[in-house]
């Protein structure tokens, strides 16, 4: 190992100077305003094994000067470490490791921890913390290429309900975005106000506890008290006086005042029932550029990056089901606004899964039908319809009768038919008289009027008196009116006696025996044609019912696979790019978060998984205990809190450690140290736990009154 380039890397880091105390040992203290507040000892020997055996000795006469001097502040004990670096082959023979483990399990004196120099080099021996030089989006922003890509913005736009949502997609439209207003800029006071630490809060008409309604606050801010005092409500006032609401618990607002006062601006920041939700639309596009609006989306994002989810993460660390685990992770990255999202993609999803069901099943007994009717309408013949004209062309071979030439229809057929009848019974009549004398005398009377009258004379023939005898004047009139109508329906005036009548009965039988033929063909004809067009109109509507449902089914099929695909984005790989962007600020996290150091997230095509260090195997997260749940919670929000830019410069913790032991309670006060120094934030720290509240104390209040402050909280008035 080159011991020149490690301490001259580890200066570097702690921006300090190092002190040789012998040849392999190094003295770096840490300053804050020309006063040290820790001091850190580097042993370079790279010999663990003697030092474990003889570690209380060691320590004695390593720290003499410092950690057991009389004049040595009390805090600053609390802030002495000592650094074992020794190189990566040592560190893998067994003795080495069982020495490490002896050492950093050691709580006297000092926080002791071992590292190699491939650790220096890289900077994870000790957490630095860096704001992020890539501005935070929220996952709706992150996932805006796929959605409008895909037009499928009414996933995740809030503004269009669910309800609407279905009704679209049953009309086979695209939900459209409903008008939103232009988002407002922030008005010069809150801009002046984010860049800010938060000086004082006036709290009037919240909570009953805390019990007073005016705090002031420094960089770092403790706030102890026992339960029930109003440590939450007051962290949770900062968020409404942020927000203009709370995330984990509601009140009545109507009469709630919140006016917030930062260093360097005379312009308070104020919430209230009043205060434009226009604003609070702003807030939330400047601070976390997130464009949905509402205060529940900017108390979701301040819950994201400002105020840390205790409950989300005792779940977290609670949790047995791998499937919800998974689940939790999402949402301590992405917040409330990815379970909106997932909820809204499961009604969307539901409605087109049962849908597509329903035309499905729709389509299938449409088909049926169709095929069913297409059989029918074949069995319909119309092969003989020529016959039609065939009877018609025929009828005009009978020469006694007078017959149209043309028969075009049923009704003109049953019309010749009634007319043909009439003649039939006149003609019966007729025949039915013995005495042919008077019936062939009036006939040849009728006959030679009917000469005289073509040729213009009015002489009618008489009768013979022998042919009347036996014959009243009305039975004569009756024959003659009867021979008449036979006249009209016949060519009688080429008759020449009594025998044409019966060759225009024997004609008029025949006719009538045709004509009902012809008109039982028609009926027939004509049931067939009925059928027939019945069965082509319903094929029509089927066919028409299928374009439609066909139509219904490629739209919706279209928008469950887009959803789908976009499901599938959030379920595999948002998670997996927030771990593959931002593994090594988390691991390092882990590494300072957790003495154990046995396990780091890896990623391998695009994917996170955890390796446990001892056996290089891969493990689920549901196989950490809880002390390594809650390392990884915190990190992941702190790494998340460095990722704000532009929003406001603060990071809230209300009783986060109860599930981490003492040593790693140190360690995580030490990152949240390291932060307050190196990064532009501002601390808040609540606890209920006076023993955690002391060691908070001894890690922070270096800074003096005008960095440090600590508010207890107490159910009786100062």
Request: proline share 2%.
């Amino acid at each position: 190992m080159n011991n020149h380039h490690i301490i001259t890397q580890v200066c570097k880091v702690f921006k300090s100077f190092a002190q040789q105390l012998s040849k392999d040992i190094y003295l770096v203290p840490e300053i804050y305003n020309n006063s040290i507040f820790a001091y850190r000892y580097f042993d370079l020997s790279n010999n663990l094994p003697e030092i474990a055996n003889n570690l209380d000795s060691y320590q004695e006469n390593l720290l003499k000067n410092t950690y057991f001097s009389l004049d040595a502040p009390t805090a600053l004990r609390w802030n002495h470490y000592i650094y074992f670096i020794t190189n990566i082959q040592s560190l893998d023979s067994s003795n080495y490791k069982k020495a490490k483990q002896t050492i950093e399990s050691d709580i006297n004196f000092a926080r002791k921890l071992v590292f190699t120099d491939v650790d220096i080099r890289s900077k994870s021996f000790y957490y630095y913390p860096e704001i992020s030089k890539k501005s935070t989006k929220s996952i709706s922003l992150e996932l805006s290429d796929i959605i409008h890509s895909n037009s499928i913005d009414y996933v995740i736009n809030n503004n269009i309900s669910i309800a609407n949502i279905i009704n679209s997609l049953k009309n086979c439209s695209i939900p459209l975005k409903k008008h939103t207003a232009t988002v407002p800029a922030l008005n010069p006071g809150e801009i002046s106000d984010t860049n800010n630490f938060l000086h004082k809060i006036e709290i009037k008409n919240y909570r009953t506890y805390p019990l007073g309604n005016t705090y002031s606050f420094k960089k770092v801010n403790l706030i102890h008290g026992n339960n029930g005092v109003g440590k939450t409500s007051l962290l949770e006032a900062i968020e409404y006086l942020y927000c203009g609401e709370n995330s984990r618990s509601t009140c009545d607002t109507n009469n709630i005042k919140i006016l917030g006062f930062f260093s360097g601006s005379d312009i308070p920041l104020a919430s209230n029932c009043f205060t434009e939700e226009a604003q609070f639309n702003a807030r939330n596009s400047a601070w976390y550029h997130d464009t949905r609006g509402g205060r529940t989306s900017l108390c979701s994002n301040f819950g994201k990056f400002n105020f840390f989810d205790t409950d989300a993460a005792i779940k977290l660390s609670l949790q047995k089901n791998p499937i919800q685990i998974e689940a939790d992770i999402s949402r301590l990255i992405f917040g409330s606004e990815i379970d909106t999202i997932k909820e809204r993609i499961t009604c969307i999803l539901k409605f087109l899964y049962d849908e597509i069901k329903i035309l499905d099943t729709k389509i299938t007994e449409k088909e049926s039908s169709k095929k069913s009717l297409f059989h029918v309408t074949k069995s319909v013949d119309f092969n003989n319809l020529d016959k039609l004209n065939y009877l018609n062309t025929s009828f005009q071979s009978y020469s006694k009768l007078k017959i149209s030439s043309s028969l075009n229809n049923l009704s003109d057929i049953l019309c010749l038919k009634q007319q043909l009848d009439k003649l039939l019974d006149n003609i019966r009549y007729i025949s039915s008289f013995k005495d042919k004398k008077i019936i062939s005398s009036i006939m040849k009377r009728l006959y030679y009027a009917n000469i005289n009258r073509l040729r213009g004379s009015n002489h009618t023939k008489e009768l013979h008196p022998s042919h009347i005898n036996n014959y009243s004047v009305k039975t004569i009139k009756r024959i003659e009116c009867v021979l008449k109508n036979i006249c009209e329906m016949s060519n009688l005036e080429k008759m020449g006696n009594i025998k044409d009548l019966d060759i225009l009965a024997v004609e008029t039988i025949a006719c009538i025996s045709k004509l009902d033929t012809a008109s039982e063909f028609i009926r027939h004809i004509n049931d067939k044609s009925s059928t027939y067009i019945e069965l082509q109109n319903e094929l029509l509507t089927i066919h028409d019912s299928l374009n439609n449902y066909n139509s219904i089914l490629q739209f919706l099929s279209i928008q469950k696979i887009r959803i789908e695909r976009l499901k599938a984005i959030i379920d595999n790989s948002s998670t997996n790019q927030y771990f593959t962007e931002n593994i090594a600020t988390i691991n390092t996290l882990l590494k300072n978060l957790h003495s154990c150091n046995d396990f780091s997230l890896s990623t391998s095509n695009k994917k996170y998984s955890i390796l446990r260090h001892k056996s290089h195997e891969k493990i689920s997260i549901s196989k950490l205990c809880t002390g390594q749940r809650t390392a990884l919670a915190l990190s992941l929000f702190i790494s998340l809190n460095l990722k704000l830019i532009d929003g406001p410069p603060l990071i809230i913790f209300d009783d986060p450690i109860s599930l981490i032991d003492d040593i790693n309670t140190l360690s995580f006060f030490d990152i949240l140290r390291s932060i307050s120094l190196n990064c532009n934030r501002q601390l808040f720290f609540a606890t209920s736990n006076e023993k955690i509240a002391g060691l908070f104390r001894m890690k922070f209040n270096f800074l003096g009154r005008d960095g440090y402050n600590e508010i207890h909280l107490t159910r009786n008035f100062p």
